[in-house]
């Protein structure tokens, strides 16, 4: 990581790494079964998110209001943009989709040939509609530029 990166991303990108971990163990004791990725990712990340929480504050996906929001997608999309400027300023192309199987918003992110394709939970973009920054999402911005940082100094 670059020196002089805040704290903040480096507690992201650390909180991100404990998610993939925990993702990854869940697929391994569940047998490896396929199509699961999205069911583990969110059970890892409630699981360390709410043990961040009482330390640092991080919300998880559990204790978000109930209150149903309505969402376009353009509304949302426009709100992760203002969210997370990052996105426009690293000339990223940035997607999204209301998934109903999944109930959750598939994410795409896209710069020259790599593409990272990442959910949002509905209860967490309902967050971010009201102007709360989405963790996992942040995290996911931050790792995507950051791989193009390294990309660029070769």
């Known amino acids: 990581m670059k020196k002089g990166k805040s704290s903040i991303v480096r507690r992201r990108m650390d909180i991100n790494n404990e998610i993939t971990k925990m993702a990854y ?12 990725d999205l069911d583990n990712w969110l059970e890892a990340e409630k699981k360390v998110l709410e043990r ?23 509304e949302l999309r426009n709100k992760i ?11 990223i192309d940035f997607s999204l989709r209301f998934n109903k199987d999944k109930n959750a918003y598939i994410v795409r992110l896209k710069k020259n040939r790599h593409t990272l394709t990442t959910y949002l ?3 967490d973009a309902e967050e971010c509609i009201k102007g709360i920054k989405c963790v ?18 070769r």
């Open 121 to 123: 939970e509905k209860n």
């Open 25 to 36: 163990e869940l697929y391994e004791k569940s047998g490896r079964i396929e199509g699961r």
């Open 136 to 153: 996992y999402l942040g995290i996911q911005i931050g790792q995507f530029i950051k791989n193009f940082e390294i990309i660029e100094k």
């Open 52 to 74: 961040h929480s009482s330390m640092k504050r991080i919300k998880p996906l559990s204790s978000v209001t109930k209150e149903k929001v309505n969402i376009s997608n353009s």
């Open 81 to 91: 943009l203002e969210l997370y400027p990052e996105i426009q300023k690293s000339n």
